[in-house]
C-alpha cells in the first residue's frame, strides 16, 4: 500500500515518526532485509533528492519494487521521480514486463478481500 501524506516535519524527523509507528505496531528489526509485519518507508519527499547515513529518497529499491510501484500507480503515476527521471507509470511499465504482480481489493468497495481483475 501507498498512501500521499503532508507533514512539516523535516524528512529525518518523519522517518523517526515511522519508526515510532512501526515500533509501537510490533516491528522486530532481528533479520536485515527478513520478513517484518509493518514496514514504513518514505518513497518520495516532495522532488527532493536525499542522501544521508540513515535515509536515501527516492528509496533507493523503487524501481525495483513491483510490488510498491503498483500501489503508487493509483496516486502518482504521472510523478518524475528525481534522480532517475522516469515517471511512475515508465518504472511500473518496464517491471511489469518481468514480474507479477497480484492486487487484493475489497470486492465491490466492501465485505472481503478479493483478487483484483479488470
Request: no cysteine; aromatic share 6%; proline share 7%.
Amino acid at each position: 500500500m501507498t498512501a500521499s501524506i503532508e507533514t512539516l516535519l523535516p524528512p529525518t524527523r518523519l522517518l523517526k515518526e515511522l519508526h515510532r509507528i512501526e515500533n509501537a505496531l510490533g516491528r522486530k528489526r532481528d533479520i536485515h532485509w527478513g520478513p517484518r509485519s509493518i514496514d514504513l518507508d518514505i518513497l518520495l519527499f516532495n522532488h527532493d533528492n536525499i542522501e544521508e547515513e540513515k535515509l536515501s529518497v527516492p528509496h533507493p529499491e523503487l524501481p525495483k519494487r513491483l510490488f510498491v510501484l503498483a500501489p503508487l500507480m493509483d496516486i502518482a503515476s504521472h510523478l518524475i521521480v528525481p534522480g532517475i527521471n522516469r515517471s511512475v507509470t515508465e518504472l511500473y511499465q518496464s517491471l511489469k514486463k518481468e514480474k507479477g504482480v497480484q492486487l487484493w481489493k475489497r470486492n465491490n468497495g466492501e465485505g472481503e478481500f478479493g483478487l483484483f481483475e479488470n
